[in-house]
């Protein structure tokens, strides 16, 4: 339920380096607190963004709460599908359900984020 | 019970008797009054007698769930018993009938009654002056932040920042965002309160506000709230009170004595005025001296002799309601006052406060707890022992309406794993109280012995578990 592949941060979302592209979601443990999703708020494509700034807002049928950019970068894709589909977060919250791309700035600051071992302990799984 | 109400439209039969009105006069012809793009051949208007029409409204009135049917413990809320005297004086010809235009001379008795409940509360929060135009709490919290961002305007200053905690209603950040600030959530400590050294890394030249409930969603005094007034003030920004808790206050402690410069006060909630579909509501906002020349306008004022409307208010932000907001929801609050006088209302309090510890101690072995302290009116439990299980909140929420009792806040605060918020209010007896905890222990050996009947729940309304999913993505406001 925890990748071993991703970093992850304290206020639950992930992050996958290829290259210099960041692929962000959040994880498994948060769309499960945040319950049936229903309407994501994406960025605007050529956004910059700093490490902890909002990046999307997610709605659940519990509350609304900010998605943090866990690396500051530039937005360069966003998940069209979840417009219509906000949902496959619940479903594949790894996969199919990532929400941003970023041209990232800065590769140290992957060194603050948690591995999946750091982050199961944080959540306590 | 379960039976579906059909609509009115379907109840319609071409073959029953219709009521010819008569025509209207020549000059009041509709093709001769009204624009042609306004009229219209047919309007539908549903064929039906007149017994149809008085059993399909008595039904639905009778689905209506409300304090007078049963124990509403919902947090944050103050779900009080409305007086009934009360609905009585604001139903009086003189009150219900008056004219908003009616000329200041003939409407002294109404302009009287708003202007004593301004110093009512007044006295009640430590502030300066009332206006009573905003008709809700989160329409005051707008009030107050559209005031304030003109009192920096006039300053000179540019601050952007609204700092509210994270354990805030989330109308405070909405508000904030309505007004054209930024909003920064404070985390909160490990006591759920507000602390000074964490607020210090936030506060700076650009914060104009702090927005601080008291006591907070977690039904916590802010202990240090002495010490975040004195550093939010050094730094130049203003202290706002969300008045949504104030029931847990009332009459031993005022927000104009910590600090805070500007409030409101929900009269539906704390003066015991009917909210939700009983409604409506009224947020006036009260505010220290400095902020007077900035309070929306007209106010009333007494010079002596006679009260009037002053519109002499230079800074004024302008109006922010037609008329003199919702006048019957502020006479109801006025009468509340005056029957209870001070030492009444300090009794509220008492027994809010009491009711709250009472239930909290009585559910605390039932339920995690996670702030134990002495709570004010309201208390938070967590259900993740139950959620361990397989159990939401959700559930226990759900199947507390097949008990006729109505669900207490859950999943808020936001800050509480499976939060179940509640507030009993001082108007409930310990019978009822005690009634509640043995629900909910009922609910908690059914969830241990038969999990699907809370799963499914509820059996006995009307309509089953709702799709919120659905319901949130596909609004469907019309009846069409």
């Given at each position: ?16 380096l ?6 962000v ?6 769309q ?24 999307a ?11 943090y ?31 941003a ?15 999946a ?9 | ?95 219900a ?8 001379d ?25 206006t ?49 600030f ?43 709230i ?5 550093m ?15 029931n ?11 600090g ?8 539906h ?36 002799e ?16 037609t008329?003199h907001?919702n ?13 209870l006088?001070s ?42 022992k ?13 199947r ?5 009792v109505?669900?207490p806040?859950?999943y808020f ?7 179940l ?58 009846w069409k």
């Open positions: 339920m925890y990748p071993e592949n991703l970093k992850y941060s304290k206020d639950h979302e992930w992050v996958k290829e290259g210099n592209i960041a692929t979601g959040i994880s498994f443990y948060a499960e607190e945040l319950g049936d999703i229903v309407y994501v708020d994406l960025p605007e494509i050529g956004k910059t963004v700093k490490q902890n700034d909002v990046l807002v997610i709605e659940s049928v519990k509350s609304a709460s900010d998605v950019s866990p690396i500051s970068g530039k937005v360069i894709e966003v998940n069209e599908k979840l417009k219509e589909k906000p949902e496959i977060i619940n479903e594949d919250p790894y996969q199919e359900g990532w929400i791309k970023l041209e990232i700035s800065n590769p140290n600051e992957l060194d603050t984020l948690m591995n071992e750091e982050y199961k302990k944080l959540i306590g799984a | 019970m379960n039976k579906e109400i059909p609509l009115i439209k379907d109840l319609h039969d071409d073959n029953r008797p219709t009521i010819n009105l008569p025509d209207p006069l020549e000059d009041y012809l509709p093709e001769k009054i009204l624009p042609e793009k306004l009229l219209r051949e047919d309007i539908p208007i549903p064929q039906v007698s007149e017994p149809e029409v008085v059993r399909h409204f008595t039904n639905l009135s009778q689905r209506g769930y409300g304090v007078d049917t049963g124990f509403y413990p919902l947090g944050s809320c103050t779900m009080k018993y409305n007086p009934k005297i009360n609905e009585e004086i604001a139903s009086f010809s003189s009150f009938n008056l004219h908003p235009y009616t000329p200041e003939l409407s002294q008795g109404s302009l009287e009654i708003i202007y004593k409940l301004g110093e009512y509360l007044s006295n009640i929060t430590g502030m300066d002056k009332f009573f135009q905003p008709s809700a709490g989160a329409h005051g919290e707008l009030t107050a932040l559209l005031i304030i961002k003109a009192y920096f305007k006039d300053k000179g200053e540019k601050r952007k920042i609204v700092l509210v905690p994270d354990s805030a209603h989330g109308t405070n950040p909405a508000s904030a965002t309505m007004a054209g930024e909003t920064i959530e404070i985390p909160s400590d490990e006591r759920g309160l507000v602390n000074p050294n964490i607020l210090a890394k936030y506060l700076n030249k650009d914060v104009a506000v702090l927005m601080l409930t008291n006591p907070n969603t977690l039904g916590l005094f802010e202990k240090d002495l010490k975040i007034s004195q939010v003030h050094e730094t130049g920004a203003l202290l706002y009170y969300d008045g949504a808790n104030l847990g206050i009332m009459g031993y402690a005022r927000p104009g004595d910590m805070f410069d500007a409030v409101h006060v929900n009269l909630k704390t003066f015991s005025t009917p909210h939700g579909g009983g409604g409506p509501g009224a947020g006036p906002v009260g505010v220290k001296s400095f902020l007077k020349d900035y309070l929306p306008k007209p106010i009333v004022e007494f010079d002596g006679k009260y009037y409307l002053n519109y002499d208010i230079k800074k004024s932000i302008g109006r922010i309601r008329f907001g006048f019957l929801v502020l006479l109801k609050a006025y009468c509340y006052i005056r029957l006088g030492e009444g209302l300090k009794n509220v309090t008492e027994m809010a406060v009491l009711n709250a510890n009472y239930l909290k101690e009585r559910l605390k072995d039932l339920f995690h707890l996670p702030y134990p302290d002495l709570c004010k009116h309201e208390f938070v439990l967590s259900g993740k139950q959620k361990e299980k397989g159990i939401k909140v959700l559930d226990i929420a759900k507390l309406l097949d008990y006729g109505h669900p806040t859950i605060p936001l800050i509480v794993e499976e939060a918020m509640i507030e009993p209010t001082e108007t409930e007896t310990k019978n009822t109280l005690d009634q509640f905890v043995e629900i909910l222990k009922a609910i908690i050996k059914e969830s241990e012995e038969n999990p699907n009947v809370l799963k499914s729940a509820p059996h006995s309304t009307p309509v089953g578990r709702l799709d919120e999913v659905h319901a949130a993505k596909i609004l469907k406001v019309n």
